[in-house]
């Protein structure tokens, strides 16, 4: 049973910043996958970035150059740094462990960005 818990969303101001923190399990795979999704309401969940084991990442275009996705192994946590935030990331923000192709979730934090 693959577990990620969540934690550090909150309240915060337009062009403020905020850092989510996810445990993730002891013990990954080179083929595994690690990632921050985000659902606003009525939309789709949507990949916010994404890193492999190896450090490589990916952003959505939203969020790049505002966002950083990092890894903390000896910690067994996944971080994503927010800065510059907009009222439009306002979103239940959602940790993701992509293994052999099967997606697993924490339960989510929400991030709210007053304007």
């Known amino acids: 049973q693959v577990q990620l818990v969540e934690s550090g969303g909150g309240l915060v101001q337009d062009g403020g910043s905020l850092r989510l923190s996810c445990a993730v399990p002891?013990?990954?795979?080179?083929?595994?996958?690690l990632g921050w999704y985000r659902q606003a309401p009525g939309r789709a969940r949507e990949l916010v970035a994404s890193?492999?084991?190896?450090?490589?990442?990916n952003y959505a275009d939203s969020v790049k150059g505002r966002f950083t996705i990092s890894r903390d192994g000896a910690n067994q946590r996944m971080y994503l740094q927010m800065d510059s935030v907009k009222p439009e990331d306002t979103a239940v923000y959602y940790c993701n462990l992509n293994r052999d192709w099967i997606d697993h979730w924490g339960q989510g934090t929400q991030v709210t960005v007053s304007s």
């Open positions: 890193i492999t084991i190896g450090g490589i990442t």
């Open positions: 002891g013990i990954l795979f080179s083929s595994d996958r």
